[in-house]
Every structure is written in structure tokens, then in C-alpha cells.
């Protein structure tokens, strides 16, 4: 897929030149809110199982993963002031496009996960080492607000494997069968349309996935 990787350098790199003001601010940002570093890095597993660190403006406190669990939720207390509003807006996310343009990731693709949740990765999921993970695919489109979604679980870490997980996996290979260079145009624009216009529609519930908030409280009721 070189069109696909060709867009991806020259997407990441004239996003992150016109970005930069916006890059400086938050950076700024984080680093006079909250004592610590202002990018996170963390080990992902991406195309062929490579490990690679992925680069986010930091959002939760330093050393946040010394505590449990790995996954958040919308009132996790590790989670800054500053934090909040950049998961709300996906700006922690900005960073990822340095990772596009060295070749660990992609505009478009599934998203990358941490060695100690793909150990549970089921056989026929393994196809999604075969692509470059990405910012943004079909499962960013229906979780983008996840950690509304895992308030809901009274385990957030369990039900993440037994819930979100399979339908992410699901997505993904959804995405993978289907992908094209329309496909992920499409994409695309459809996360900007939601980072913009998602939360002026309805409420959280009415687009978040419906079937994973209901197998969350079946559990929960067990």
C-alpha cells in the first residue's frame, strides 16, 4: 500500500507544521498544570508484533501506571485537570502524528495495544499485526468516548478484556477486509466530524456502543 503509506508522510507532516502552535500550547499547557513530563510514551505492539512507544501529551499524573488498572475511565482520579479536557478533545492524541511519520503507525488503522493486553488476543485475531495500528479506525469511531463507556464496569480492566476488546477486534478485522484508500478518507473525516460535532448531538449514551454499556451492566449484575 505505498499510496497509503505516501499519504500518511505527507498528511503527518504538514499536520504537525500547521499544528505546531496548537502543539506548543498544549505542551505549555501540561507542563504548567501538572509537575512531570509533558509527552507520556508507552509500549505498544504494532505491525508484526514489533513493540514500539507511542507519543501522547501526557494527561494523568506521573507514574500513573504504577497503580492499577491500566485502563481509565471518565472519573479515574489519576487523570489531570488539563488531562480531562485533552481526552475530551482527542489533543493528547496530537503527538501520534510524529509516530505516522517515522513508520510505527498510520493516519488509519487499528489501534495499537499494550504487550500485556495482547497476550488475551484470541488466535483468529492476529491479522491485525499485519497492518500498521493507527490514530483513528472503525472502533476509535464507535468508543470515542471509551472511558464513558468503562464508568459503567465495576472491573474496568476485566471487562475491558471481555467486552471492549472483542468488539475492537471485531472492528479491526472488519476494517482490514474492507480497507481501501476511500475507506479510510472516510474515516477520517467521519473522527473529525465526531472530535467537532459529536458531543452537540444527543446525549453520550445515544452514540457510545449500546451493545457494550449493556454486556458491561449484565456482568456487573452477575
Not at 21 to 50: D, E, H, K, N
Not at 202 to 217: H, S, T, V, Y
Request: positive net charge; aromatic residues 8%; charged residues 25%.
Amino acid at each position: 500500500m505505498m499510496l497509503k503509506r505516501l499519504f500518511d508522510i505527507v498528511a503527518a507532516g504538514l499536520a504537525l507544521v500547521v499544528l505546531s502552535p496548537i502543539l506548543c500550547m498544549v505542551g505549555g499547557a501540561v507542563r504548567l498544570t501538572s509537575p512531570g513530563p509533558v509527552f507520556y510514551r508507552q509500549t505498544r505492539v504494532g505491525r508484526g508484533r514489533g513493540l514500539f512507544k507511542i507519543v501522547k501529551f501526557r494527561s494523568m499524573v506521573t507514574d500513573a501506571e504504577d497503580s492499577e488498572p491500566l485502563v481509565t475511565s471518565k472519573d479515574d482520579c489519576r487523570i489531570t485537570p488539563i488531562g480531562r479536557f485533552l481526552r475530551r478533545t482527542k489533543l493528547d492524541e496530537l503527538p501520534e502524528l510524529w509516530n505516522v511519520l517515522v513508520g510505527d503507525m498510520s493516519i488509519v488503522g487499528p489501534r495499537p495495544e499494550v504487550p500485556r493486553y495482547v497476550e488475551h488476543y484470541s488466535p483468529e485475531w492476529e491479522r491485525v499485526f499485519d497492518v500498521r495500528p493507527g490514530i483513528t479506525d472503525l472502533a476509535t469511531l464507535q468508543f470515542r468516548d471509551e472511558e464513558l463507556v468503562l464508568k459503567h464496569a465495576h472491573d474496568r480492566e476485566q471487562i475491558y478484556l471481555q467486552v471492549v476488546v472483542p468488539i475492537k477486534m471485531r472492528l479491526a478485522l472488519e476494517y482490514i477486509n474492507r480497507r481501501s484508500f476511500m475507506l479510510d478518507l472516510k474515516i477520517i473525516l467521519l473522527t473529525l466530524w465526531g472530535i467537532t460535532f459529536g458531543r452537540l448531538v444527543g446525549r453520550p449514551e445515544d452514540i457510545l456502543a449500546k451493545d457494550a454499556i449493556e454486556q458491561i451492566r449484565s456482568l456487573n449484575s452477575r
